[in-house]
C-alpha cells in the first residue's frame, strides 16, 4: 500500500492551513423515481444544501471504479484518500476495529457466525437461528469462560451483533493465510481449517484456530441453536498510515455506527464519544470543532432507509441532515464537504457502482447550480471524480498543498 | 496480461445474471457539418436511439486514450474490457483471425503485401497495381501450390482482399520478434528479413520467413506485377482469457465483416453464422437471443461512409440502424448498449482520436436527455468513460457483478 492520491513529493502543509469538515451520508446516491425521474436527494427539499451548492464546485463521485459497487470500506478508504484496491483490508480485521478493538501489528482477525450443527456434524443453519443480541452475548461469554488458549496466544472474542463475532489471534508469527471454514450452504460440513499461504505462520496459525473452534464445539455442546463457529475474513492488521503522518491533519471521526468509527480508526482518527442519534453527531462535532483539523460525520439512515426500499424513507433521512446543516455552517469550516460513501437507490434496494453526488463548499470553489443533486452534480466543475482523489481537493481548497514542481 | 479493469478478488456472478447486448456502429462518432453544427449522429432522424437514450445512461467513450486514434483491434478489445495497450495485439494475429483461420498457440502470422520489384529488385509498387480480389486470390494459390515449407514448419497463405494476404507458420519453436521488410517506401529493396528479438526462436524464425520471401520471388518470377512479397505485423498468438473464464458470460458475435468476428472470436466469442446485410444482422441476433448471455452486434457501414467523406451517406446509415433497433428493443434484453468502436468523423475521412457518444439502457440508468448524440452523451451520468471500462458497467447494470469489500 501507498500512497497514491498524492504525487509523493508534494508538500503538505502542516497545522496552519484550513479546517475541513467531511459529512456523509451513507449510501447517499440514488435512482430516479419512475413517476417524477426524481432521485431521493432530487426529491428532498434540502434549502440548507441547496443554498451550500451555490457556493461549491460540484461533481460526481467514483468510489472505486467503473461498474464497481462498493462495501462500506472500500467507500470509505476512498473518501479518506486511500486507493480503494490497493489497500484493501480484510473483513476480519475490519470487524475488529469496527467493534472498538485496538488491533495491533501482526494481530490476526476473523469474522465468526453461529452455526448449528446436527448430530452428524452437517450445517443446519449458518447463522444458529438468528440468536438475539442477548443471547449472541451469551454464547461468547460462556465460551470466554472455558477457552482455554493455546500456548502463548492471546485469543479474543468479542461479540458484534446476532449471531456475528470477532475472533482476535494476538502473538508472535502469525499469518492469516487462511481460508475461511464456511461451507457457504447448509447440509455440509463446517470446512477444516487450511492455510491457503505457503507460509510457516500461517500454517501454525491454521492450527491455533481449528483447535480453538473444536473447544468452542466442546464448550457449546449443549447449546440447541449456537453449538459452533464458522469463520472467514481472516486478515492479519498492518496499520495504515495516518492521517496525521499523510496529510498533517489531526482528524476526528463522529459517527453512531461501529464500522464507520473502525475504518476512521483505522487511519488514525481520533474518536471521542459516540452519538446517539443525528442531531447528537452535530452536537458532538460541536464540541470538537476548533480542536482538530479534519472533521469526518457520519450519518447512516439514508442507506438504511433505500435498503428497506423506502424511496421516502430517504427522502425524509436527508432532509433531517437538510434540517441540521446550519449548525454545521455556522462553525464557518474553511472547506465543508457533502457526500457519500457509495449510492444506494431506494429503488436497487442495495449498495450500487453509481456516481455520488458531491459538493466541494469553500471560498475557492467553482459554483454551478444552486441545487444539490445527481442533475446539478453531473454538470459540476469537479466532473466524475475517483474517490480517492477527494482528500486532495479538501487539502486543496484548505490551501494545504504546496505547488507541485517549480 | 491481466485482467484490468476488475479487481482480481472481485466475485463475477455465473449465468443467473441479466442478458446484455451491445451493438456497435464502426466508427459512430463524428464531427459537427460547417453549415449545421450538428454531427452526423445529430443531423440523422434516429426516434427509436432518441427514446432508447431516455431510459439510458449517456456517456462519452474514451476507447484508448486521449488524443489516441485507435485501430478497430484496440478499438474492440476496449469495448470487450481489455486494456487496449497492455493487451495489444500483433496485426498479423488479427488479420489472421479476421479471415477465419483458427490459430493455435506459439503460431506466428505477419500481413502480406504483393509488391512490383524491377530488375534490380528495387520496390517499383508497394500493393503491385492493386490486383482484383480474384487476381490476387489466383497469385496466393500459385505461391501454395509450388512453396516448399521449410523442414517441421507448416506454412499457411490465406488471400485476404486484393493485395492483402496473411502468412501463418507453425511449428515448435518459433518467434515474432521479426522486423517489417516493407520499406514503405518505392525505390527502395525490400528489407531483409531480421529478428529484433535477442531470444533464438525469433533469429530461426526470421531464417524461416526470408526461405519462403525468396522461394516466393521465384515463383512469381514471371509475373508482371505481383512479382513480390512485405511482410509486416509479425506477432505470435497467445490465447486470451475468454468472456465466459472473464466474465462468466457465454458470447456471440453477429458479424458481417471478418475482421470483427476475428476480435470476437479472440476473445472466445462464438461465431454461428455470418450476416449478409444489416437486416440480416438483426434476424441472426433474433434467432441467437436466449441461447447466449452476451450478443455483441456490429454494423460496418457508418465507418465506411466516413472513410468516403460522405457526411450524407453516415447520416443514412445511422438512419439505417435506428430502424431496425424496434427489432431489437422487443427482445427486451435487461441491458442494451449502443456505442462505436472509435468515431471517424465524415469530415476528416479516417479514424480519429475522438469520444464516442454511448448509451446504456436498463432498468438501473440514470437518463439525462431524449437524445442520442455527442453534446447530450457530453452531459450524461456516465462523464467520460474509458473505454475498457465499459464491460464493467455492462456487468453491473446486467447485475452480476458482486459487492467489493464488506
Redesign the interface.
Known sequence: MSDVSLPHDLVVHGVGGGSIIMLVMDGLGG??HPAT?L?ELESASTPHLDALAGRSSLG?LAP????????????HLALFGFD??ES??G?GV??ALGVGFRLQPGDVAARLNMATLDGDGVVTDRRAGRPSDEDGRRVIEAVVADLRPPDGIEVTLIHEKEHRAVLVLRGAGLGAGIADTDPQRTGLSPLPVIATGVDPESARTAGIVQNVLDQVRGILGKERQANSFLAR?FAEFSPYPTFEARYGLRAVAVAKYPMYRGVATLVGMSVDGVPSSNPDTVEMLEGHFGNYDFYFIHFKDTDSRAHDGDFEGKVAAIQEVDALLPRITALDPDVLIVTGDHST?AL?R??????VPTLIASSWARPSADVFG??SC??GDL??LPGKDLMSLALAHAVRLDKYGA
Chains 1, 2 share one sequence.
Open positions: 435512482l430516479p425521474g432521485t460526481m472505486v471504479g467503473n461498474g464497481i459497487t462498493p462495501g462500506s470500506g472500500p467507500g480503494p484496491i484493501m483490508i473483513r475490519l470487524s475474513g437507490p436497487y442495495e449498495h450500487s457502482w453509481h456516481h445527481e442533475s453531473r454538470g466532473g466524475v
